[in-house]
């Protein structure tokens, strides 16, 4: 089993509507949680991160963690067709002094017009 | 301000043969990661530098990879030889120095590596 689980998709919803993206994880001492958006061919931009459970809002974006479940979702309103890209999240946990990134696989998202 | 740089952007090579990728992070970035991103997956750490020192380089094969970080600023990665599973994008990040720095890594756009 993957530390990190994400639905690849593609997820395929119109212009508008709100998208729920969504890990799991198993590892307990993760403790940062991240959202990273890569467009195709690009490198991941970081969209937004969190340390606790709980929601944090960026705009059209809220990022939610339940910790408890050990579940992170990333919702988008109004989606737009820009929003068309891969979505990854990914988490850290200390590891040697440092914090050790885990990736999920990302989900394609694709917002039609 | 900059953002990371990455050369070159596509390579083709011939299995066996090496390659180099070359990466310049954004200036005062202390932190420095390559990671490997195959298809379809999420980006996986090869290796990480603190200034010019390699904290974490668990997970390279240290039997055809290699990279350095000389004067602590821009970023080499070797491979050779190449096989045909090195086949990826190795993407370059930096982050700044702090405890919520790694939740703060910039990547450049990635150097697409394929091995014929």
């Known amino acids: 089993q993957k530390e990190v689980e994400q639905d690849p998709g593609p997820l395929s919803v119109p212009e508008g509507a709100i998208v729920s993206l969504n890990c799991t994880y198993s590892n307990s001492a993760f403790q940062y949680f991240m959202w990273y958006r890569q467009y195709s061919r690009k490198g991941p931009e970081l969209l937004m991160y969190t340390y606790s459970s709980g929601n944090k809002e960026d705009g059209r974006f809220t990022a939610q963690v339940d910790k408890s479940s050990k579940y992170i979702s990333l919702f988008i309103r109004d989606s737009q067709p820009s929003d068309s890209a891969t979505y990854l999240c990914?988490?850290?946990?200390?590891?040697?002094?440092?914090?050790?990134?885990?990736f999920g696989t990302g989900t394609k998202l694709q917002v039609i017009p | 301000e900059a953002g990371v740089v990455q050369s070159p952007r596509y390579k083709i090579i011939e299995k066996k043969q090496p390659v180099a990728f070359w990466c310049n992070p954004i200036?005062?970035?202390?932190?420095l990661y390559w990671y490997r991103q195959n298809l379809g997956q999420g980006p996986e750490l090869l290796i990480r530098y603190e200034n010019e020192e390699a904290v974490d380089d668990s997970q390279l094969p240290k039997d055809r990879f290699s990279a350095e970080r000389l004067k602590g600023v821009d970023s080499t990665l070797k491979i050779q030889p190449a096989e045909l599973g090195d086949s990826a994008v190795y993407l370059c990040a930096s982050s700044p120095r702090g405890v919520r720095g790694d939740t703060e890594a910039f990547f450049g756009q990635g150097t697409r590596l394929t091995v014929v």
């Open positions: 990914a988490m850290l946990a200390p590891s040697g002094g440092y914090q050790k990134v885990t």
């Open positions: 200036s005062g970035h202390n932190t």
